[in-house]
Nanobody, 119 residues
């Protein structure tokens, strides 16, 4: 089993910054990638940013140039630095971890952390 624990959400004014953190624990020797997704009220969950063990990254067009995803040295942590936040960034942000085994890919999710951008 894999557990993901997120932290760092909160209320911030437009133009402000927040940093989200997520730590993975458990059976993670075959961890391949980690990332962040978000879900706003009434909308589907969407990709924000992902990063692989090899260091490649992928961002949603809506956050390019404003958000930066990074991994910790131990590779079991992932961070999301969010700058120039906009009201439309308001959502519950979920940490994701992708692992590969004999049966293929397995996805694990954190409990979510609320990010609210409002004046």
């Amino acid at each position: 089993q894999v557990q993901l624990v997120e932290s760092g959400g909160g209320l911030v004014q437009p133009g402000g910054s927040l940093r989200l953190s997520c730590a993975a624990s458990g059976v993670i020797f075959n961890l391949h990638d980690m990332g962040w997704y978000r879900q706003a009220p009434g909308k589907q969950r969407e990709l924000v940013a992902t990063t692989t063990n090899a260091g490649s990254t992928n961002y949603a067009d809506s956050v390019k140039g404003r958000f930066t995803i990074s991994r910790g040295n131990a590779k079991n942590t992932v961070y999301l630095q969010m700058n120039s936040l906009k009201p439309e960034d308001t959502a519950v942000y979920y940490c994701n971890a992708g692992l590969y085994g004999y049966s293929g890919r397995s996805d694990y999710w954190g409990q979510g952390t609320q990010v609210t951008v409002s004046s």
